[in-house]
């Protein structure tokens, strides 16, 4: 279980997270919505350790991890990013398999690559892609190679950082569908954030809006619509008039 | 107040510059404690040594080649004013091995891979390549910056000695064709004026320039702005900055190597 308990950060004189509190339980799908510059990527950074909060805790499993040596604890972990973070100089399949070629999850070449070709495979891509750069692939051939990265290491808990921005109607549901099989699959813990209501209702189990730097509204995915919240209501219907100011 | 504030913008500057100096200190020594430590990626050092060392020798030739000659026609031309046109051989080998061929050779590796190495990882930081390392258990400093610095260290004295080699060539070509220096003599003068320190002294130097390209490219790419303007001004800092600090630590090791 993900817990975070007040959660701040602010840059500069910008106040970006002013106390979020969130629990994710273990092996459901959290998804985390809100507009652009919300802080939903600096939420997320701030659990990984790629953002220091400045204040708050952040348990996993109980334990505190919020200034805790990161390595151990990032070995539980699959990020896809939303471009795709795909490493230029080296072929799709050493980007997939590149947890597996060092560190503590070190294996042969070959087994490693094995397992790159495997995971290609599960994410709808040919073993031929494999020895390809990322530059020679399509934006949606991007998206599934950084998600075959994402789960090389068969990880407990997989982020999901905007997964179908830049990617067509088709390839976003393409997307979707992927996710939702392979966190049930792997019954891993998933935290997604995205605003794209299509990814919300196909990933999550549990949706929690984050507007003005806190957790404005957080429930399973059945109450979402439901729910008399005026902010995920103003959300999800993308009106333009509400408690949102429609320009920030 | 308004007397107040050209001291005040005076020492916000003072204060911004001994900043910067700090943080471009304390990256450096972490550079130089993470080649000494565990793991070590070679693979990345390698393919560093090849970009740096190898993709660079013909630039600093060149380089070398046409600075030996025309220092050839400079020193023949001055000395002919007291009748000293035959220390021609030995001040081109001396000033090639102790100055030229470290300086120039430094700022050329400097204009090619400071660019580059800050390009790189200035555009693999504004990607979220650097975040991604991270996310995978691997250390940024240790992957990219480690490697990058070893192999500048190493390869700048290799290619300052190749330049020197042939820039005093370059010097000997001009010196026997244009000068009609005897080409036994011209040989017996360079190799009896020239003295084992005055080649370590480049060397030296050179490994420091190497360390510095390394660090400053570095350094300016992890630091990266967001998007192609945040990463051209990446490398114009890293080339402008490995720049300055060639020349001001060559005047400081000339200082230390040869005052009297």
């Known amino acids: ?248 | 107040m308004s007397l107040l504030s050209p001291l005040a913008a005076t020492g916000h500057v003072v204060l911004s510059a001994l900043a910067t100096l700090g943080r471009v200190t304390i990256f450096a020594v972490q550079a130089a404690s993470h080649i000494l430590r565990p793991p070590f990626y070679t693979r990345e050092f390698l393919n560093a040594l090849m970009q740096i060392g190898w993709f660079s020798l013909p630039v600093v030739g060149l380089t070398a080649l046409f600075t030996g000659g025309a220092l050839a026609l400079q020193i023949y031309a001055g000395g002919a004013r007291f009748n000293a046109e035959s220390v021609v051989p030995s001040i081109v080998a001396i000033g090639m091995v102790r100055e030229l061929g470290p300086v120039l050779g430094g700022l050329m590796v400097a204009a090619r891979v400071a660019s580059s190495i800050a390009a790189e990882i200035g555009t693999m930081k504004v990607t979220e390549q650097i975040d991604a390392l991270v996310t995978l258990s691997t250390d940024p400093m240790k992957y990219l910056v480690a490697p990058r610095v070893l192999a500048a260290t190493l390869a700048v004295p290799v290619l300052v000695a190749v330049g020197d080699s042939i820039g005093i060539w370059g010097g000997y070509l001009v010196g026997v064709t244009r000068l009609d220096f005897n080409a036994a003599t011209y040989l017996k003068n360079t190799v009896d004026f020239l003295e084992v320190w005055d080649v370590g002294s480049g060397l030296v130097k050179g490994a420091v320039f190497g360390f510095t390209i390394a660090v400053m490219g570095c350094y300016h790419g992890m630091r990266s702005g967001r998007g192609a303007q945040g990463v051209g001004r990446a490398t114009k800092l890293a080339v402008v900055s490995a720049s300055v600090l060639i020349l001001a630590a060559n005047y400081v090791l000339t200082e230390v190597f040869f005052s009297a």
């Not at chain 1, 805790?57 to 939303?82: C, K, N, S, W, Y």
């Open chain 1, 1 to 248: 279980m993900i817990d975070l308990q007040g959660i701040e950060k602010a840059f500069g004189s910008n106040r970006v997270l002013r106390g979020v509190d969130l629990e994710i339980g273990t092996g459901t799908s959290m998804v985390i919505i809100g507009g652009s510059g919300t802080g939903k990527s600096v939420l997320l950074k701030c659990i990984l350790g790629l953002v220091a909060p400045d204040a708050g805790t952040i348990r996993l499993d109980g334990h505190d991890v919020t200034r805790a040596p990161r390595e151990e604890f990032l070995a539980r972990f699959g990020m896809l990013f939303q471009g795709g973070a795909l490493f230029d100089s080296l072929p799709v399949w050493h980007n997939v398999a590149f947890r597996l070629l060092r560190g503590a999850h070190r294996r042969p070449k070959a087994e490693a690559r094995e397992i790159a070709v495997d995971k290609l495979r599960r994410v709808g891509l040919k073993p031929e892609v494999a020895d390809l750069y990322p530059a020679e692939l399509s934006g949606g051939m991007q998206k599934r190679v950084g998600l075959a990265r994402a789960i090389a290491a068969e990880p407990e808990i997989i982020f999901f950082d905007e997964p179908t921005t830049g990617l067509d109607p088709i390839m976003a549901g393409v997307i979707n569908e992927l996710i939702r099989e392979i966190v049930t699959e792997m019954g891993a813990t998933a935290m997604t954030i995205t605003h794209d209501m299509s990814s919300v209702r196909a990933i999550a189990d549990h949706v929690a809006m984050l507007h003005d730097g806190v957790i404005q509204w957080t429930g399973p995915i059945a109450e979402m619509d439901a729910t008399p919240d005026p902010y995920v209501q103003q959300f999800i219907h993308g009106r333009a008039e509400g408690p949102i100011e429609a320009v920030r």
